[in-house]
């Protein structure tokens, strides 16, 4: 009874069935979305759907079990759960910020941890609706031999641990000493095949569509619309937590653009099933190294230019022509939307101040916290808010970044919360010496 295909983004009245290897439109070459009839959604009441979601919670049941998948019917309805590949992923915790808030003087700031998770980052939400439906079209025959993608680092972890998961080899591209040694071993761990090649990410990504337009091999990369699927369920659970009340605002990183179309998404669903009755405002953060979005905002999106992507400690967000552009803009215009940029040097200072309140963040979360103090500062969030910040990856992910941060070695930044190790002999005077002038000097916050 439920129905779902893909559909040109651009209105050209293409329709694709789920199963067919195809990631953009035959006719304009335009990008495709997992469309939902909506009617027979709406034959369940919003009441009766939050309570399917809350009985699903944390079950064992497979898949429901799934962040994701509790919200099947808004995912891929029809797809057959012993051929779905969850890892239970999802139902990560929204951390309450309460020393952050204060700092930014702000009512109330919540983290949603999506970093907290299989792979570390939000791209297993995704990963695991993209893989569920190449094993579904595999078990049906499907001439498919491998899964490929491009990556600024967590894509490819996820693909390769979904692809392990579920028996299925996968090839990844990583641009050749960009990516952090932690999100380079993870592949490698899982058994993809790994080839890091002398380009950017956008270099990389040229080359994946050329591999994957032999369709033995099946193309994971954010321009795949199933991915979204999985990742619009973020700002649904969002809501779940909190017991279907809508935050002001949430301020999402942002790369290729595929997370901020994918959390609107899942809203504006929520808002034509009756289950909630606002939207929030959503905050796009991006960094200053990277941020064709953000120049693109400042001229009222007027023409989009895409940029060569700079350096940045946001490695995964170091894009310069976002994939998910148009997607992207719809969803901010829907919601209010603003874009911000931040520095490397408040990227940095970002993390290591919610460090110290008691988070582990990733320079992502710390684009987003840093963008999030600009606009608290600047009075556009005012300070009776309540906001959600989305979190996209584990700090561990990012030690080098951390290490070198405290030991004040980042060039060109100036480490203002440095918290370097005390080196001492082994002399219990001077050990309490040094203690007494460090908590001297911290106090109790
Ligand atoms: C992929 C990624 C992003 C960016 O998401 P997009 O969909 O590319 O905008 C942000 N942060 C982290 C940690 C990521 O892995």
Redesign the pocket.
Known sequence: MYNAYFKCIEGCDEKYPLDEIIYSCKKCGGLLEVYHEIDPLKQKTAKEWKDIFYKRLRTTEYPYGSGVWSKKEFVLPNIDNENIVSVFEGNSNLFWARLLEKELGIRELWVKQCGITHTG?F?DLGMTVLVSQVNNMMKNGADIKAIACAS????SAALAAYGAYAGIPTIVFLPRGKVSTAQLVQPIANNAIVLALDTDFDGCMKIVQDVTKDKNIYLAN?MNSLRIEGQKTVGIEIIEQFDWQVPDTIVI????????SALGKGLLMLEELGMINKRPRIVVAQARNANPLYLAYKNGFENFEPVKAKNTIAS??Q?GDPVSYKKAVAMIKEFDGIVEEASEEELADACALSDRTGLYT?P?TGVAIACLKKLIDKQVISKDEVVVVIS??HGLKFSEFKTEYHEGKLKDIGSKYKNPMIELEADSNKVIEAIEKEIYKRGRA
């Open positions: 980052s791209k600024t680092g967590d894509t954010s990183p942002s790369g290729n653009a595929g997370n901020v995964a967000i894009i990733c992502h996209t990856a």
